[in-house]
């Protein structure tokens, strides 16, 4: 979606239009899930930080000055539910790791025969297992990343991180998962 049509969608929702608003939340819904449920976890609670996140959403819209992608707003958004949540509950956010110096491979690659299409579907059912046990930070900068194909530089307006920072920690969280996934799995049973 252009920034005229995020414009002009906003103002039917502002001006009262529901099936608008239904729109908006279509557009956004995969983004905010995915921010929310990687750094909650709880299926529940995750649903209901969504709806909050979107009344949040309602509330503002209308203030909303496209100073950034309205993406990157309604994930900021969703992020800071998820840390008010966390901190209220007294969940550890972030724990630092070893410096970096390693990325990770590519583990996912195009499967080609029926075999193939299964390990590769095992495969990421463990890496995303895998994902959900990182810190609270390293698994929301890989969903934004990877899954969300957020710029560092929308990352670190959504968490409030400078862009090196977001970097680092990309870097971080992959060597971690990397180190992760080979102490658990033999290298042959992660690469089909």
């Known amino acids: ?28 819904k995969n983004l905010v899930m995915h921010i929310v449920f990687r ?29 950034s992608k309205i993406s990157t707003w309604v994930a900021r958004i969703a992020y800071n539910r998820c840390i008010n949540y966390l901190e209220k509950k007294r969940l550890p956010l972030f724990e630092d790791l ?6 990770i491979e590519n583990i996912y690659s195009e499967p080609s025969l029926p ?16 994902i959900q046990k990182l810190p609270v930070q390293f698994k929301t900068i890989l969903t ?5 194909e957020l710029s560092y ?7 409030q991180l400078p862009e090196g920072t977001v970097k680092s920690y990309l870097f971080r969280a992959r060597k971690h998962l990397k180190e992760k996934l080979t102490q658990k799995y ?5 690469h089909p």
């Open 115 to 130: 075999d193939d299409v299964a390990e590769v579907k095992d495969v990421q059912l463990r890496v995303r297992e895998e």
């Open 144 to 148: 934004l990343y990877h899954l969300d």
């Open 186 to 190: 033999r290298k042959e049973e992660l």
């Open 1 to 28: 979606m252009d920034i005229s049509e995020e414009k002009f969608l906003i103002e039917k929702i502002a001006s009262g239009e529901t099936d608008a608003f239904q729109s908006f939340i279509d557009e956004y």
């Open 39 to 67: 750094m909650i976890g709880n299926k529940s609670v995750g649903e209901d930080i969504c709806q909050d996140v979107f009344l949040q959403v309602y509330d503002n819209l209308a203030s909303f000055r496209f100073q």
């Open 98 to 103: 070893h410096p970096p110096n390693a990325s």
């Open 153 to 159: 530089a929308e990352i670190g307006e959504v968490m």
